[in-house]
């Protein structure tokens, strides 16, 4: 067997490796989205369902930041270790613990003196206030809890040991739907008790890892050293496409939502409340593989190996073309009993929305996660530029004029409509600056 063989294969070893660990661990963390979406659904009612829904854009936003500083210092740090420049990562990493902490800090204060202003602003009113407020306010205070439990995620499976970042999300997630459960039925404490679970999840993510540093199996640490804007902007940048993608679930829930009250009221929000909240279950499964390709693809950047980078990125774009496929065709096939699991009161014109929205809606999943996949590729060569707009255009600058358009000339059907032409609009573009990167590439060598 030859050499370019045995690399070969050894790649798709630790292809696999990372990228199902990763997609197990994102499954995990959707799965206790779901476990609220559930346990608020059939404990609390539809006036909880409707509340969760309002107020997951604010939770979207704490986590995004969460998520934007954990993947950008990752990557940065998996770029250096294959350059064999240890210190250097080690001086990013501690300096991203502090903004981290800082920025927690933040968000916390925010919740405290802000949270029935957020909620007001989000289209809360009457019941649904104190709903809305009892989640975003406790939500809030575990701020700091997110943001270094998204950091050493990041760092350890950076660090070369995905199967404890996974086993930290998955000890949190299957924590917060037992947590749910608990606190929801037996002890009976609403919203606060959904927004309790999922604020002691990170914490007890943190605690499964505090046995790898104090045995010293890491091989990042903190270290002495002064805040760099330079270092600082480094980290941002490669974080910001993952950041733009997870806030633009809570942006798209957000103009969903307004404009759904606006066409039919509450009843079509908690409809698409069920819809969101699936939603976020496959993007989060998306996520997974664009998480498990970036250690490979930074790592084998930042030693030189181009084809390994290549080999990694066809992969990364074949199964999550696959895996779409297959989560559509799931999704299609059995609607009636996905919906019912959310229809404690067996709301006919809740059913009727839900179904037809799932229909159209989960059809932008044949390719968002190609499209998430080529996100994950860009980043991981800290190619913040593409990266940047091809996060921008799906999650952001296409959805509003989109969703007005389409809306205002086919009502709730254009609504669902919406996500589909974004996703393939944001195809093109994506497959258009990969194509510019290969030519680039070609001229340089």
Request: proline residues 3%; hydrophobic residues 60%; aromatic residues 12%.
């Given at each position: 067997m030859n050499s370019v063989s045995v690399e070969k294969k050894k790649l798709y070893r630790t292809f696999l490796k990372y990228v199902s660990l990763n997609v197990i661990s994102m499954i995990g963390f959707s799965a206790?989205?779901?476990?609220?979406?559930?346990?608020?659904?059939?404990?609390?009612?539809?006036?909880?369902?409707v509340a969760l829904n309002l107020v997951i854009p604010a939770y979207t936003v704490v986590y995004a930041m969460s998520l934007l500083i954990g993947s950008g210092v990752g990557t940065v740090y998996a770029i250096f270790r294959g350059q064999e420049r240890a210190r250097k990562g080690n001086e990013v990493f501690t300096q991203m613990i502090i903004l981290g902490i800082f920025i927690g800090l933040l968000f916390t204060l925010t919740g405290l003196l802000y949270s029935k202003e957020i909620v007001t602003l989000l289209g809360a009113e009457g019941v649904l206030t104190e709903l809305s407020h009892d989640y975003t306010k406790t939500v809030f205070n575990f701020s700091v809890a997110f943001m270094v439990n998204s950091i050493l995620v990041s760092m350890v499976r950076n660090d070369g040991h995905p199967k404890l970042a996974m086993t930290a999300m998955m000890t949190g997630s299957l924590s917060n739907i037992l947590l749910d459960y608990i606190f929801i039925y037996p002890m009976k404490l609403g919203m606060f008790g959904a927004a309790l679970a999922t604020g002691i999840a990170p914490l007890l993510s943190i605690l499964v890892m505090v046995p790898f540093f104090v045995k010293k199996q890491n091989r990042f640490k903190l270290v002495k050293?002064?805040?760099?804007?330079?270092?600082?902007?480094?980290?941002?940048?490669?974080g910001i496409p993952t950041f733009i993608t997870e806030l633009s679930s809570g942006l798209v829930i957000l103009i969903f939502n307004l404009v759904i009250l606006h066409y039919i009221g509450d009843i079509g929000v908690a409809a698409y409340g069920i819809i969101a909240?699936?939603?976020?279950?496959?993007?989060?499964?998306f996520s997974g593989i664009g998480q498990g390709i970036q250690p490979i693809i930074s790592f084998n950047h930042g030693s030189g190996n181009k084809e390994n980078v290549r080999r990694t990125l066809r992969l990364g774009v074949i199964l999550s073309a696959v895996l779409g496929a297959a989560l559509y065709l799931l999704f299609a096939s059995y609607p009636d009993e996905i919906i019912r699991a959310f229809n404690s009161e067996n709301n006919l014109e809740l059913y009727q929305i839900a179904k037809?929205?799932?229909?159209?809606?989960?059809?932008?999943?044949?390719?968002?996660?190609?499209?998430?996949?080529?996100?994950?590729?860009?980043?991981?060569?800290?190619?913040?530029?593409?990266?940047?707009?091809?996060?921008?255009?799906?999650?952001?600058?296409?959805?509003?004029?989109?969703?007005?358009?389409?809306?205002?000339?086919?009502?709730i059907n254009g609504v669902w409509m919406t996500i589909p032409i974004v996703e393939l609009i944001t195809?093109?573009?994506?497959?258009?600056?990969?194509?510019?990167?290969r030519k680039k590439s070609r001229q340089i060598s």
């Open positions: 206790f989205i779901l476990a609220d979406t559930y346990f608020i659904a059939n404990g609390v009612g539809k006036d909880g369902l050293t002064a805040l760099r804007l330079k270092d600082i902007g480094r980290v941002i940048s490669i909240n699936l939603a976020l279950i496959l993007i989060a499964i037809e929205g799932m229909r159209i809606y989960f059809s932008s999943f044949l390719i968002a996660g190609v499209n998430i996949t080529i996100i994950s590729y860009f980043s991981a060569k800290a190619k913040a530029r593409p990266s940047f707009i091809i996060s921008l255009m799906r999650g952001i600058m296409l959805i509003p004029p989109i969703l007005f358009i389409f809306a205002s000339n086919m009502g195809f093109m573009i994506a497959v258009s600056l990969l194509v510019l990167e």
